[in-house]
T-cell receptor, first 113, second 114 residues
């Protein structure tokens, strides 16, 4: 079973549309994240949730809205898509204790035309 | 605040040669340091991590890294490169194991020449 799974893996859409990316983790972790990776491979954190509560909300447009229905899921909804939103979006989760590392999904490549 | 700097966005080595990918960190407290690898069209996978135990850390696929506090470095090495090592490598830092955020470097693309 995939530990952190994201759907869809690829998403092509027109400017102005609204789209969602879903993420689920089966690791029993309390903390989940969304990262954006641009065309230069730079990874930037967008949001982090701990047990369904928002704990990190970096400077991203309010067109991006995360939702965590339970601690195993963290979805990302994007309104009014723009060309600059084209990127690969990664979901990740982290366990507690002394582990510290993030477990990443395989990414969702969003292309806005 | 924590940050990492990866020197060299691209590194090319011949198959069988030593791999050395550089990472320097900035942290006001003893850091936790990580190396991740990203193969094409995949997510990031943990190679190894330093969490204040042994300064020489061994990871998967024959990689290792040495924490040097005096140099604020955590360089990644592998004695002999394989073609399968071609990927993007990211160094990351946090201020403790339970930190809410990892700060990633800009990545180094490793090319292995046959």
């Amino acid at each position: 079973d995939t530990a952190v799974s994201q759907t869809p893996k690829y998403l092509v859409t027109q400017m102005g549309n609204d789209k969602s990316i879903k993420c689920e983790q089966n690791l029993g972790h309390d903390t989940m994240y969304w990262y954006k990776q641009d065309s230069k491979k730079f990874l930037k954190i967008m949001f982090s949730y701990n047990n369904k509560e928002l704990i990190i909300n970096e400077t991203v447009p309010n067109r991006f809205s995360p939702k965590s229905p339970d601690k195993a899921h963290l979805n990302l909804h994007i309104n009014s898509l723009e060309l600059g939103d084209s990127a690969v979006y990664f979901c990740a989760s982290r366990g507690g204790g002394q582990s510290g590392e993030l477990f990443f999904g395989e990414g969702s490549r969003l292309t806005v035309l | 605040a924590q940050s990492v700097t990866q020197l060299g966005s691209h590194v090319s080595v011949s198959e069988g040669a030593l791999v050395l990918l550089r990472c320097n960190y900035s942290s006001s407290v003893p850091p936790y340091l990580f190396w991740y690898v990203q193969y094409p069209n995949q997510g990031l996978q943990l190679l190894l991590k330093y969490t204040s135990a042994a300064t020489l850390v061994k990871g998967i696929n024959g990689f290792e890294a040495e924490f040097k506090k005096s140099e604020t470095s955590f360089h990644l090495t592998k004695p002999s490169a394989h073609m399968s090592d071609a990927a993007e490598y990211f160094c990351a830092v946090s201020d403790h194991a339970g930190a809410n955020n990892l700060f990633f470097g800009t990545g180094t693309r490793l090319t292995v020449i046959p």
